[in-house]
């Protein structure tokens, strides 16, 4: 990612392809491995909620543009599912190559951005520092579960290296998406670490489906929340825009609550129907791509149905972490938090390069939860779709 930032669907969808080529060759039951954990309940609702994704094709009023973004998302969905149920066993006798691959990159982005990204320039890729968000927040997305899996086997060393190294990147780098993802990531293992299953699971879920609920208002609530002085120190995260754009995407979900405008349609959304009923100062900010928090996207283009089995998707996976150990627990609940908090203010719902991240990252959790002695027939970890 940090060389080609648009390249992570491509290298899980062939990952993806090679474990499954493995485990076929390896008499693996792939089967069982790939279609069971669809039949429980999390599995069901996941498929109730892309069937959703699927029909709302009906009513998309730019079908191309649905289409198109809905072949750009399912290869990278079907790659990170294949990762994430087949690479857990293989990952510890990795990790710590994995871990050495990680700090380098950390150390080539910091350089070059010292440099003034003469690298990139000589190898002829875009000079802009921004060009480095996407590969950070994808090594976001990956260093909790891998330092937390390396701490787990005694390189505790290893594991503080790729989260200084990291922490460096983060900070020298221009995402502001990325500082908050990690802080957040952070601040929410450091929490939930000793506390109960229940109350940890339970004041990430109340976090997480209050970002779901709230969302169609945020920018009516954060329009009447921030003062002038607040929006001038944050110039720099463009705060008025993002407030602007989330009021604008708001008043759409109120003009059509139920089932939204179709899936996909956020590229060009100021051309949906919907948009000639709002007043003109909420069209213009409608034509951005997308609403820069997935959560509102998913309201503003699946409606009540779409939220509410995303809600439901939700709330499944966070009770199956309830028989996880701890350090996997606690692990998860903090990426959560952390790919959570960067989906409430940063990309697209359907970026590919995030979708295989997040599979990704779901692998080493699920490594980390193997890890921790717990056993795959009878534990959720077996059941995560």
Excluded at 118 to 138: D, H, K, M, W, Y
Aim: glycine share 10%; hydrophobic share 60%.
């Amino acid at each position: 990612m940090a060389a080609a930032n648009r390249s992570s669907p491509v290298v899980v969808g062939l990952a993806g392809l090679l474990l499954l080529a493995g485990a076929a060759a390896a008499g693996r039951p792939v089967r069982a491995l790939l279609v069971a954990p669809l039949a429980t309940p999390l599995g069901l609702s996941a498929l109730a909620f892309l069937a959703w994704c699927g029909i709302s094709l009906a009513w998309s009023p730019l079908p191309g543009l649905s289409l198109r973004t809905l072949s750009e998302f399912l290869p990278a969905l079907l790659g990170a599912y294949l990762v994430a149920r087949l690479a857990p066993p293989h990952l510890a006798a990795v990790a710590g190559p994995s871990a050495w691959i990680l700090v380098a990159t950390c150390l080539y982005v910091v350089a070059d951005l010292a440099s003034g990204l003469v690298i990139r320039e000589a190898l002829g890729q875009r000079v802009a520092a921004f060009a480095f968000n996407r590969p950070l927040l994808t090594m976001m997305l990956l260093v909790l579960p891998l330092a937390a899996l390396l701490a787990a086997r005694g390189r505790r060393g290893l594991a503080a290296l790729c989260l200084a190294a990291f922490a460096v990147a983060a900070w020298r780098s221009v995402s502001g998406a990325t500082v908050l993802g990690l802080a957040t990531g952070a601040l929410t293992f450091c929490a939930l670490r000793w506390l109960p299953a229940r109350a940890g699971i339970g004041l990430a879920g109340a976090a997480l489906l209050g970002a779901l609920v709230l969302s169609p208002v945020e920018g009516d609530l954060l329009a009447r929340a921030m003062p002038d002085a607040l929006h001038q120190r944050l110039a720099a995260s463009s705060t008025r825009a993002r407030v602007a754009i989330a009021r604008s995407f708001g008043a759409a979900v109120a003009e059509d609550p139920w089932r939204g405008a179709g899936y996909g349609t956020s590229g060009r959304f100021q051309d949906a129907p919907v948009a000639e009923r709002l007043e003109p100062d909420l069209r213009v900010m409608l034509a951005v791509g997308h609403p820069h928090n997935s959560f509102l996207q998913v309201w503003a283009e699946l409606g009540f149905v779409g939220a509410a089995l995303a809600a439901l998707v939700l709330v499944l996976a966070l009770r199956s972490l309830g028989r996880w150990p701890a350090l996997a627990r606690s692990t998860a609940l903090a990426l959560l938090a952390a790919a959570g908090i960067v989906a409430f203010v940063e990309h697209g719902a359907w970026q590919a390069w995030w979708t295989a991240g997040v599979g990704a990252a779901i692998a080493w959790l699920r490594a980390l939860a193997l890890a921790g002695d717990l056993a795959p027939s009878a534990s959720p970890v077996a059941e995560k779709p």
